[in-house]
């Protein structure tokens, strides 16, 4: 019997209908539309509106989307997998409601949470209860509404961030396709430079938290940037050393959509040429979990079977790293 490996099979997205240009930013902070494109490569980014909608509301538009998509019968589902750094409250976990709401009447579920990395170690965690032999079909779920944490008046953070979803399918592979390798990486030095202040157990919420603003999230952007640059180049670049992977057996990048001049960086250290970059950070901003599946979302359709694809991402804490993943098939 071949070994099994862990292989994304179908994707699913959703982002919200409401646009938030970089035109309408300038109506609510000191800032503009050159300013931020040239510093982010940002242009807009979507923004969930409606009463009682959150986390899971994506989460679920996202798995019905891949669901609609591959065929997949929920009841099949063991596993429900959901990176998220807002869920939907503390205790109960999102991917719990998210199983039940979408027929995954089989299937555990819980949440991970690694910030921008979430999606990143979410696959590793997939990938593992695959290749156990254990389970037949994890569904993970990257999703985050960052409009429910941000200070739209700090102009350092709201420009940044945006609210999506995407879900993938992994199945058991007997080709050597899908999951190959993993690099990743945490330091807690990052702690106080990307957080939220109060709402945990260290500051519990108060009315003074409410009043002097720190249940939103605060970012040393200088530090972040510096660490997050050298971060995930260093592990893109090792992944592909360890793998005797070249500029040449690289098919694809898909790395954070967190700044343009981040994901330069990376694909610099790997030599990749331009066209191999896969971005769509203009149309979205950071959607921080949902920033890996909303690119393989977007760009499955130039994705051949067996085709060498490297993933990056950096977060708060701080996470990093990259896996390196064969494409296991071709869009029909």
Not at 5 to 18: C, D, K, N
Not at 76 to 93: E, S
Not at 165 to 184: K, R
Not at 222 to 238: E, H, I, L, N, P
Request: contains cysteine; negative net charge.
């Amino acid at each position: 019997m071949n070994k099994i490996t862990a292989a994304i099979t179908a994707v699913g997205a959703y982002v919200p209908e409401f646009v938030l240009s970089n035109k309408v930013l300038e109506t609510m902070v000191e800032t503009n539309d050159e300013w931020i494109t040239t510093r982010t490569g940002i242009k807009e980014r979507r923004i969930l509106k409606g009463e009682k909608l959150g986390t899971s509301f994506l989460c679920i538009k996202a798995a019905e989307d891949l669901i609609k998509k591959s065929g997949v019968n929920p009841a099949d589902i063991d596993l429900v997998l959901v990176a998220t750094t807002t869920p939907d409250m503390p205790v109960a976990a999102t991917s719990v409601f998210v199983a039940t709401q979408i027929g995954a009447v089989n299937a555990f579920a819980f949440d991970i949470q690694a910030a921008c990395s979430g999606f990143l170690y979410g696959m590793s965690s997939a990938s593992a209860y695959i290749e156990s032999g254990r389970y037949k079909k994890v569904l993970l779920i990257g999703a985050d509404k960052m409009s429910s944490i941000i200070d739209y008046t700090d102009r350092a953070t709201c420009i940044i961030f945006g609210d999506g979803a995407g879900a993938v399918l992994f199945e058991p592979n007997y080709e050597g396709l899908g999951f190959q390798d993993e690099f990743l990486k945490s330091d807690g030095v990052g702690r106080e430079y990307l957080k939220i202040d109060a709402g945990g157990s260290i500051l519990p919420a108060s009315k003074e938290t409410v009043e002097n603003r720190q249940h939103y999230v605060f970012q040393d952007g200088k530090t972040v940037f510096k660490y997050a640059v050298t971060g995930m180049a260093d592990v893109s670049a090792k992944i592909m050393e360890r793998n005797n992977l070249t500029k040449d057996s690289v098919n694809w990048l898909v790395a954070h959509q967190a700044n343009r001049r981040i994901i330069d960086a990376t694909a610099n250290r790997m030599e990749l040429d331009e066209s191999k970059v896969l971005v769509n950070i203009e149309k979205y901003g950071n959607t921080t979990s949902a920033t890996l599946p909303l690119l393989l979302n977007d760009f499955e359709h130039l994705f051949k079977k067996g085709d060498n694809i490297i993933f990056a991402a950096f977060g708060g804490g701080f996470t990093w790293g990259s896996i390196y993943l064969k494409w296991a098939y071709n869009k029909q």
